[in-house]
């Protein structure tokens, strides 16, 4: 039963256009929202978060939309650069529980 | 600083042999410690955690085994490899709330 869901596994983007990548989760509940980075033979490095009271976080490059209506998250990266390219990790948190959970991971390619 | 250690990086074992991965934090005391999985097309999978020594919780029925000798020790175990138990293993520490840091995984390989 997949709490996080990121239905895309890969996505290509040009250099310098809009990475979009998208996450859907199940449970109304959760307190935050997460998106982590990972290279091949790395740990998860954290990238931006999203409290569940808010719908908007920009932190530089990165921006996260949330809707909560929907069940909705989605990772703005503008513009994208070739360090980008990596796997990304959507991710929940509950305080309650104090674990994250992740998705699947989208794999982004950036194309020069 | 605080750090978190993982060792090995990569390891092949045969089916039916013992598994032991170690994974250690400096710089912190009475973190949280998180085992995850990274299968082939599974995801970030929580496996197990621990909020203090000799606490351990399971998140998923399997074939392994976690234990906590030491406040910055967590210990993944095996008695007997499955090939399924193939994967990137990683540990990863927090002591606030939301705040992960993980390591750099070890990349184990069932033969």
């Known amino acids: 039963d997949q709490q996080v869901k990121q239905n895309s596994p890969s996505l290509s983007v040009q250099e310098g256009r809009i990475s979009i990548l998208n996450c859907d989760y199940t449970?109304?509940?959760?307190?935050?929202f997460l998106w982590y980075k990972k290279y091949p033979a790395e740990g998860p490095t954290f990238l931006i978060s999203?409290?569940?009271?808010?719908d908007k976080n920009e932190d530089g490059r990165f921006t996260v939309f949330l809707n909560k209506s929907a069940k909705h998250l989605s990772l703005h990266i503008v513009p994208s650069q070739p360090g980008d390219s990596a796997v990304y990790f959507c991710?929940?948190?509950?305080?309650?529980?104090?674990?994250?959970?992740f998705g699947k991971g989208t794999r982004l390619h950036i194309l020069p | 600083s605080q750090t978190i250690h993982q060792w090995p990086a990569t390891l092949v074992q045969p089916v039916g042999s013992p598994l032991s991965l170690e994974c250690t934090v400096e710089?912190?005391?009475?973190?949280?410690l998180y085992w995850y999985r990274q299968a082939a097309g599974r995801g970030l999978q929580l496996l197990f955690y621990?909020?203090?020594?000799?606490?351990i919780s399971s998140e998923v029925p399997q074939n392994l085994s976690a234990s906590r000798p030491q406040d910055r020790q967590f210990i993944l175990s095996s008695k007997k490899l499955l090939l399924s138990d193939s994967g990137f293993y990683l540990c990863?520490?927090?002591?606030?709330?939301?705040?992960?840091?993980f390591g750099s995984g070890t990349r184990l390989t069932v033969v």
């Open positions: 990863a520490w927090s002591v606030v709330p939301l705040s992960y840091t």
């Open positions: 449970n109304s509940m959760f307190d935050y």
């Open positions: 999203i409290s569940s009271i808010k």
């Open positions: 991710a929940v948190y509950m305080n309650r529980d104090d674990k994250i959970i």
């Open positions: 710089g912190t005391s009475n973190p949280n």
């Open positions: 621990s909020v203090g020594i000799g606490q």
